[in-house]
């Protein structure tokens, strides 16, 4: 069974790649009657080992066959080659963190950035289990400025195995963002670094970054406040792909377009992440992709 967001994303991909749109269905088929492993197991991407435990909840069976959100992939395929630097902000249980390690290769770099103990552990898992490759977990979040918040996190709950409106991947650092979801939730202090403080200390060449993904669920604005020279860079400009929310009806209004008009102001070009097309900020949905380039 599809989600209506997942089916609106398939609908998208599907009218711009008609031939990878039937490859993608073929690979669900085959999640959807393969038997799945119970607990911690291993996948690959290429010579990249992956683990992952399938107890914590029903979305790591997507990780396991390598089927979460696949429309996406088109994008790191273009934008990430042997050499290159992928930044993972939001990385989670770290599966496009895993999925871009194979493209940059041991000659590039993979840094990620993941707040939650629980699921920083399976970026830790995935740099000791692939010791010739350079990827740096950071056990923290990025932000506007250095400093210690309140996250309200979705830990791993067997009650919660099914749901996927409210999962392991929901967790925020937006002041009410889940506050119509207490039961599943619980509070933690967590450390935020701003990305461009992270650049000067780790000594990264921009020009070597590839693609950065911002998946920080309705954080955005403020992971974009800590990054004003990355997005000044003259010359090319840093991809960028970010999931935007929009609810302007929440106590604390959640504004996608304000995203998409602020990036324009830097300089660059707004397109629908599933269908590569310009994106509309007047139409969007709760939760977009967007692809800034």
């Known amino acids: 069974m599809l989600s209506e967001k997942t089916f609106r994303f398939f609908f998208n991909y599907a009218k711009s790649d008609p031939l990878k749109f039937t490859d993608m269905v073929r690979r669900r088929a ?26 914590i909840h029903r979305l790591m069976r997507k990780y396991y066959f390598h089927t979460h959100e696949m429309f996406l992939e088109r994008i790191f395929d273009k934008h990430l080659t042997s050499g290159m630097t992928f930044i993972d902000i939001g990385a989670n249980c770290g599966y496009w963190s895993a999925y871009a390690l194979s493209h940059v290769g041991k000659n590039g770099a ?5 707040p939650v103990p629980q699921y920083f552990e399976f970026l830790r898992r995935l740099a000791n289990r692939n010791p010739d490759y350079s990827i740096f977990p950071n056990n923290k979040a990025c932000g506007a400025r250095q400093e210690r918040l309140k996250m309200s996190i979705v830990p791993p709950q067997k009650d919660n195995f099914d749901n996927y ?28 670094v701003p990305f461009d403080e992270y650049v000067a200390q780790n000594s990264i060449d921009l020009d070597r970054i590839g693609l950065m993904k911002i998946d920080v669920e309705g954080f955005e ?3 974009l406040d800590g990054m004003p020279r990355l997005l000044d860079k003259s010359g090319r400009k840093v991809p960028i792909l ?41 139409s969007l949905g709760f939760e977009e992709n967007v692809l800034f380039i």
Do not use: M, W
């Open 165 to 192: 409106d409210i999962n392991v991947g929901s967790s925020s650092l937006l002041p009410g963002f889940l506050d119509h979801a207490e039961q599943l939730t619980e509070i933690r202090e967590v450390d935020v």
């Open 110 to 114: 993979v840094h990620s950035f993941e």
């Open 221 to 223: 604005a403020a992971v």
């Open 242 to 282: 970010c999931e935007i929310l929009t609810d302007r009806q929440r106590s604390n209004p959640l504004d996608g377009g304000a995203i998409i008009r602020r990036l324009q102001q830097h300089g660059y070009r707004c397109v629908n992440a599933t269908n590569l097309l310009p994106i509309d900020p007047s």
């Open 30 to 55: 085959i999640e959807q009657f393969s038997r799945v492993p119970k607990g911690v197991a291993s996948t690959k991407f290429g010579g990249v080992e992956y683990e992952i435990d399938l107890s």
